[in-house]
């Protein structure tokens, strides 16, 4: 619970930003300077992306909660049983060597959105956050194709 309290006071703040930001790009358009209506426009610019850039992270968040969820339900969540450093973080060792049991699961039956979940798990604990989302982003696609199926 504590993340999502996170989750939200961030997200808060960034809409702050956001709209104080938007508010000086409309003063910096009304004045009458070449340099001040360039600021301006990019200062428009930035909080489109920046919205854009939260709008994402909460979706994917949401949608990989929502696969958690449904595999807690079904019991095949992996077990949280890896040795754990003093951060928090599973041991690199551990991780490595469960790791091969995921990605034989994957590549056994690769429309499976639940064995690219536990892959992108599996990459989480092995310290590769960039082959996580992505392992994750394919389970969430997998898993939006079976339910329109």
Known sequence: MSGRISVAIMSALLV???VVVTQLAFRLLAVDDGIAKALGVALI???L???WA??????FGFRSQRLIDRLRESGSLPADALPKRASGRP???AADAEFPKYQAAVEADPGSWEN???LGLAYDACGDRRRARRS?????????AAGRA
């Open 116 to 118: 690219w979940f536990r």
């Open 91 to 93: 041991e690199r060792a």
């Open 49 to 51: 992306l920046g919205a």
């Open 45 to 47: 610019v930035l909080p």
């Open 136 to 144: 994750i982003g394919h389970a969430i696609g997998l898993e939006r």
């Open 54 to 59: 939260l709008g994402a992270e909460l979706l």
């Open 16 to 18: 702050l930003y956001l």
